[in-house]
């Protein structure tokens, strides 16, 4: 069974190259009351379906103390197209508002649980965890959200109020660990949870 963080767990550290051209660790955030860092990848159909998305809550609540870091953690032994020359260019085309870190060992995955593309975690000024999962209920089609889960958590918690959900099921592509690995698991179609 894979393991992945619980609410109340300190945020693991990292130290990881952006597509920036700098290094980031987690105190690089530490301006921020709140911190989103979430499991990303260039391919998957459900980071595509949902990026707006997420773009939009980034924006929404960043005059809110809301910072976002997506990390890529995928292998790119298993799809070519996500290693970090391809999120150079996908950033330099997409002008994301957030950093976007690469985790080549993967070993910044696995300290969080990452369990899919994309992943949730939501953590306080303290940097312990307050919710973790979904951001929407369908990232594969904007079209056919009912729910904006990460949303609705970030509105309570920038308001004041604790979050409403703790944690959700992600939905998405599992993270393509390493095919050395034991824990890699093959790409599923859109149309599958």
């Not at 005059?63 to 870091?69: I, L, N, Q, T």
């Not at 690469?102 to 953590?123: I, K, M, N």
């Amino acid at each position: 069974m894979a393991f992945t963080l619980n609410t109340g767990q300190d945020a693991p550290d990292f130290r990881l190259p952006a597509t920036d051209g700098k290094t980031y660790s987690l105190s690089d955030f530490s301006e921020s009351p709140w911190l989103v860092v979430f499991f990303t990848c260039n391919h998957c159909p459900y980071v595509l379906g949902s990026d707006e998305v997420t773009r939009a809550t980034a924006d929404k609540f960043s005059g809110r103390g809301v910072r976002f870091v997506g990390i890529n953690s995928n292998s790119e032994n298993t799809y070519a197209e996500d290693d970090f020359a391809h999120m150079v260019e996908r950033m330099a085309s997409e002008k994301f508002p957030w950093v976007y870190l690469r985790d080549e060992r993967q070993d910044v995955a696995r300290a969080y649980g990452a369990l899919r593309t994309p992943h949730f975690y939501v953590f306080d000024e303290n940097r312990k965890l307050v919710y973790t999962g979904r951001g929407v209920d369908s990232p594969c089609d904007a079209r056919r959200i009912t729910e904006n889960t990460l949303d609705i958590v970030l509105n309570a918690l920038t308001s004041g109020a604790p979050s409403p959900v703790e944690a959700t099921n992600p939905i998405g592509c599992n993270v393509k660990w390493d095919g050395r690995d034991a824990h890699w698991m093959p790409a599923e179609a859109c149309d599958l949870v």
